[in-house]
T-cell receptor, first 113, second 108 residues
Framework: AAGVIQSPRHLIKEKRETATLKCYPI?????VYWYQQGPGQDPQFLIS???????DKGSIPDRFSAQQFSDYHSELNMSSLELGDSALYFC????????????FGNGTRLTVT | DAKTTQPNSMESNEEEPVHLPCNHS???????IHWYRQLPSQGPEYVIH???SNVNNRMASLAIAEDRKSSTLILHRATLRDAAVYYC?????????FGTGTSLTVIP
């Protein structure tokens, strides 16, 4: 079965650069979530989208933005990167059914040097 | 976001049952109880979820207290591949906030 696809798998950027992470949800899933997981930390919710509209907002820095496109894929844009942004970034998708579970991708490992 | 409390770590012997507890005394009537697990450097993996009744699937069982203020994830026969961090999450639907999970060590 098709899973959530994230690209790239690894990304190395320098401080103050920008980065764009992409997420392709499972077909027919209309809701996308983004999470950040620092070394040794638990996943922190950043933001979610339903039907291309922002659905919920968590601890996403102002330097980050995200959107969901008409084909339901989502992109997380990160600007003015800081060393502390180095983390695993996970995307998850689900359907809008209230008891629909999350399906996660394998993540993008961002390293800021 | 509703809070959950889990032990930081647990150990189990291989091929023995494991009971992973979760307390959620502030759960609301519309919150589903979800369990996910995460292996190192991998994305979290859905395990099971339920609302009021106990649930079984091929991976595990979920036992929910009658007052819904606690639940227990049951792995019937732990294998080395079950070593992971297990997260209990309350979700009213479309909101999933991770707390501090339980790191399960399986001893051969």
């Amino acid at each position: 079965a098709a899973g959530v696809i994230q690209s790239p798998r690894h990304l190395i950027k320098e401080k103050r650069e920008t980065a764009t992470l992409k997420c392709y949800p499972i077909p027919r899933h209309d809701t996308v979530y983004w999470y950040q997981q620092g070394p040794g930390q638990d996943p922190q919710f950043l933001i979610s989208f339903y039907e291309k509209m922002q659905s919920d907002k968590g601890s996403i820095p102002d330097r980050f933005s995200a959107q969901q496109f008409s084909d339901y894929h989502s992109e997380l844009n990160m600007s003015s990167l800081e060393l502390g942004d180095s983390a695993l970034y996970f995307c998850a998708s689900s359907s809008r059914d209230r008891d629909s579970p999350l399906h996660f991708g394998n993540g993008t490992r961002l390293t800021v040097t | 976001d509703a809070k959950t409390t889990q032990p930081n770590s647990m150990e189990s012997n291989e091929e023995e049952p494991v009971h992973l507890p979760c307390n959620h005394s502030t759960i609301s009537g519309t919150d589903y109880i979800h369990w996910y697990r995460q292996l190192p450097s991998q994305g979290p993996e859905y395990v099971i979820h339920g609302l009021t009744s106990n649930v079984n699937n091929r991976m595990a069982s979920l036992a929910i207290a009658e007052d819904r203020k606690s639940s227990t994830l049951i792995l019937h026969r732990a294998t080395l591949r079950d070593a992971a961090v297990y997260y209990c999450i309350l979700s009213p639907g479309n909101q999933f906030y991770f707390g501090t999970g339980t790191s399960l060590t399986v001893i051969p």
